[in-house]
């Protein structure tokens, strides 16, 4: 089908009304869903060790994730997370198509889990919505509309709090709703304009979302190929279709195990007729394959007439493989994690970077010291202002300022200038490394190498 699915004969949008049948998929579907609403509108308010689970401050430049506090001089962690997620939706997509848009994407979790349950609920099913479309402004009409509307409203105010409450975190949020809108013009601004797109999204363009304004549905073309596993109609097995004749006598034409029945395209939220094959509207939802075991155990057929193949299992009846593109995408994604989770779990809280001062020598001190001068930066990753000290490992080596740490902001950084001073007699090599501990809330955070240059003592 050449024609766009959401496109009428007269240029104008055309609505879908899609039906809704229940089955072993969209049991699964539900319990995912509901497990990620959970999790959604609970987020901003879980905290792990006071921070957050999640927090991504693009105003401040401040993120938490899973507790985990980031600043922007961590911005190549995010580059290497976010190359990896990239990486990761090939490989997925490779391998499984759009398995993501079908069951994990919030925009078909809160189309067909929450906002299109509300429509039936209260307009009825699809038949009764295509009437009530219809039929003129009355005051069922006027009710239905009006009832469903202001639910759409509501729940769309809540997902952008709760949106917002991710951005800015959920203290501001609550200081947002309970203090004076003067005081808080921009966020209460920003509440309503997150809730009248949220409320267009999920009440005017709904499919469109998928089928076109979403870029990842035109990745199939380029990514998938005969042994990606999609929803796909089993050609071989159900063609050619025809509606079940039980007194259809031994001379009739054999036909397939397609009835014809269209409740794959009925149940379908983007409207396209997956007997046509593979589409880049298809979300991979699974509402057709669940739509058609339905039919096939009424009419006493093996189900998966519509299921998850790929083009070889159904051309060749071949088995599922894993090729070795899937293998290559899998090789990179088990390398850039294992660096992504070493700079994560290596990170700490304090970083500081050492470096003496370039073309200076070494100085002789009272006391029968030497000493060198270093300048130094610490950025603090904590999520409060910390105070911090520098001491050398080796007790008997100071260290004089020049411009010593004070407090520290949080996500801030401040310059140090300090003197490394050795005991002559310590030195016994022009190079030596010297080891200076960041300490802050009496535990030592990070320890760090400085090169420490001076006479050899013979």
């Known amino acids: 089908m050449d024609a766009s699915i959401t496109i009428g004969s007269e240029g104008k949008r055309r609505w879908l009304y899609p039906s809704l049948r229940k089955g072993r998929f969209y049991k699964w579907r539900s319990i995912i869903s509901y497990v990620y609403l959970v999790f959604f509108f609970a987020g901003p308010f879980l905290r792990i060790n006071g921070q957050p689970l999640l927090l991504l401050n693009v105003l401040e430049r401040h993120f938490v994730i899973a507790g985990q506090v980031f600043w922007p001089q961590d911005i190549f962690l995010f580059v290497l997370a976010t190359l990896v997620f990239i990486v990761c939706v090939a490989l997925f997509t490779l391998a499984f198509g759009r398995v993501f848009c079908g069951w994990i994407c919030p925009q078909t979790i809160f ?30 009409k006027i009710l239905k509309k009006g009832s ?20 800015i975190g959920s203290e501001a949020l609550v200081k947002i709703v309970t203090e004076s809108v003067s005081l808080h013009w921009v966020g209460f601004l920003s509440i309503w304009v997150f809730t009248a797109v949220f409320y267009f999204v ?3 363009v709904r499919e469109l ?38 007194n259809a006598g031994p001379s009739a034409p054999p036909l397939g195990d397609c009835v014809d029945c269209n409740l794959c395209v009925a149940v379908c939220p983007t409207g396209i007729d997956i007997r046509n094959g593979t589409q880049l509207e298809c979300v991979n939802c699974t509402a057709c394959i669940d739509a058609c075991d339905y039919v096939m155990d009424k009419i006493h057929k093996p189900r998966n007439l519509i299921g998850y193949y790929s083009e070889n299992m159904i051309a060749n009846n ?11 995408y899998s090789a990179v994604i088990a390398v850039m994690m294992s660096v992504l989770c070493y700079f994560i779990f290596s990170r700490t809280d304090l970083d500081m970077t050492v470096m003496r001062s370039a073309g200076m020598l070494y100085q002789e001190q009272p006391g029968g010291y030497i000493s060198n001068i270093y300048n130094a930066e610490i950025i603090n990753k904590f999520n409060v202002p910390t105070t911090i000290t520098i001491k050398a490992e080796d007790p008997a080596i100071k ?16 310059k140090v200038v300090f003197f490394l001073m050795v005991k002559a007699a310590a030195i016994h090599t022009p190079k030596t490394d010297i080891k200076l501990q960041v300490i ?4 030592i955070i990070q320890t760090v190498s400085a090169s420490f240059l001076g006479p050899v003592n013979n």
């Open 202 to 204: 999920y009440s005017q």
């Open 318 to 328: 071949q088995k599922p493989v894993f090729t070795l593109r899937m293998m290559g």
């Open 148 to 167: 469903k509307h202001l639910l759409f409203i509501l729940v769309s105010f809540l997902i952008a709090n709760t949106f917002l409450a991710y951005v």
């Open 399 to 414: 260290i004089k300022y020049i411009q010593a740490p004070d407090k520290i902001a949080k996500g801030g950084s401040t």
């Open 209 to 246: 979302v998928c089928t076109v304004i979403c870029p990842y549905g035109r990745l199939q073309g380029v990514l998938l190929d005969n042994d990606t596993i999609v929803v796909a109609y089993n050609k071989t097995r159900g063609e050619p279709r025809g509606k079940l004749d039980r």
């Open 111 to 140: 189309m067909e889990m929450v906002f299109r349950k509300i429509e039936i609920w209260i307009e009825g099913d699809a038949n009764k919505r295509k009437q009530l479309d219809a039929a003129p402004w009355d005051r069922e």
């Open 440 to 443: 802050a809330n009496n535990k």
